[in-house]
């Protein structure tokens, strides 16, 4: 989301609130001082009905301290649980679904040029007594945005010990959602499985190096492999066009691994 809006010419602040520790005070206070003319707040769908009411208390406090500023969520939530958290959370004028840095990046555009929202794709907002949701457009993942690590530093965020190199461990999704239906898995709440090219993750893998002189990934799709004939070429490649001395991991199914693959 951050990364999508600098590239579009945006100044992004980022408070992890997680990683400061701060209280609800200290979010308030750090945003009011940024003067912000957008205000994103990031929905987290791993424990939905926990998060929605923190993320109410927190878009409540800022809607009183900003009432001049627009103040909207974003979530990769489907249609069903986009309207579910927009009630949940009043506070917001609206709230981005699917895949949200992207109508985040036209919601941004609209407000500065001082246009209306109203028919802003991929949005659920408050019109009047009325929700109204615009579906989402076609995305193309490969327009996917490298994300602002300078921002979020990702030591910030551990992995499991398998997972984790001796240096920092950047994070990169190949594809988004998965395709089976595990009926215990947040997973299948979320909008369908979608994936990026190899040369996409291949161009994000040599600007993560060239950037932030990243040395080891961890592909965090939920389900590596779900494609066999892209895993195949992806593992193929980046040994050959990838950054030199890369130590990457995956996380996947058993049944999508063979001896091939292996
Ligand atoms: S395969 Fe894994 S990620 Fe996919 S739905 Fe099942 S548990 Fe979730």
């Given at each position: 989301?951050?990364?999508?809006?600098?590239?579009?010419?945006?100044?992004?602040?980022?408070?992890?609130?997680?990683?400061?520790?701060?209280?609800?005070?200290?979010?308030?206070?750090?945003?009011?001082?940024?003067?912000?003319?957008?205000?994103?707040?990031?929905?987290?769908?791993?424990?939905?009905?926990?998060?929605?009411?923190?993320?109410?208390?927190?878009?409540?406090?800022?809607?009183?301290?900003?009432?001049?500023?627009?103040?909207?969520?974003?979530?990769?939530?489907?249609?069903?649980?986009?309207?579910?958290?927009?009630?949940?959370?009043?506070?917001?004028?609206?709230?981005?679904?699917?895949?949200?840095?992207?109508?985040?990046?036209?919601?941004?555009?609209?407000?500065?040029?001082?246009?209306?929202?109203?028919?802003?794709?991929?949005?659920?907002?408050?019109?009047g007594e009325e929700l109204s949701v615009v579906e989402?457009?076609?995305?193309?993942?490969?327009?996917?945005?490298?994300?602002?690590?300078?921002?979020?530093?990702?030591?910030h965020y551990g992995f499991s010990p398998h997972q984790?190199?001796?240096?920092?461990?950047?994070?990169?999704?190949?594809?988004?959602?998965?395709?089976?239906?595990?009926?215990?898995?947040?997973?299948?709440?979320?909008?369908?499985?979608?994936?990026?090219?190899?040369?996409?993750?291949?161009?994000?893998?040599?600007?993560?190096?060239?950037?932030?002189?990243?040395?080891?990934?961890?592909?965090?799709?939920?389900?590596?492999?779900?494609?066999?004939?892209?895993?195949?070429?992806?593992?193929?490649?980046?040994?050959?066009?990838?950054?030199?001395?890369?130590?990457?991991?995956?996380?996947?199914?058993?049944?999508?691994?063979?001896?091939?693959?292996?």
């Amino acid at each position: 989301m951050a990364g999508g809006l600098r590239d579009a010419g945006h100044e992004v602040s980022l408070a992890d609130q997680h990683v400061k520790a701060c209280s609800l005070e200290v979010i308030v206070s750090e945003t009011v001082s940024a003067h912000p003319e957008l205000i994103l707040l990031m929905h987290s769908d791993y424990n939905r009905k926990l998060e929605e009411s923190i993320l109410e208390r927190v878009a409540a406090a800022l809607a009183t301290a900003l009432p001049d500023v627009p103040l909207w969520g974003f979530g990769r939530l489907d249609r069903e649980h986009a309207v579910a958290a927009a009630e949940a959370i009043p506070s917001l004028h609206g709230l981005l679904f699917d895949e949200p840095e992207f109508p985040a990046v036209a919601l941004a555009t609209l407000l500065e040029a001082g246009e209306s929202t109203d028919s802003l794709p991929g949005a659920v907002q408050q019109l009047g007594e009325e929700l109204s949701v615009v579906e989402p457009e076609r995305v193309d993942m490969d327009r996917t945005p490298i994300p602002a690590w300078d921002l979020a530093h990702p030591s910030h965020y551990g992995f499991s010990p398998h997972q984790q190199g001796e240096d920092t461990v950047f994070p990169v999704l190949a594809s988004r959602g998965c395709p089976f239906p595990c009926f215990y898995c947040e997973v299948r709440v979320r909008p369908p499985w979608r994936t990026r090219s190899v040369d996409a993750v291949l161009e994000e893998l040599s600007t993560l190096q060239a950037r932030y002189g990243m040395r080891s990934v961890f592909l965090a799709d939920p389900t590596f492999a779900i494609q066999k004939d892209w895993a195949m070429e992806f593992c193929r490649r980046v040994q050959s066009e990838g950054p030199r001395g890369l130590r990457w991991s995956c996380m996947s199914r058993t049944d999508r691994v063979d001896p091939e693959l292996t």
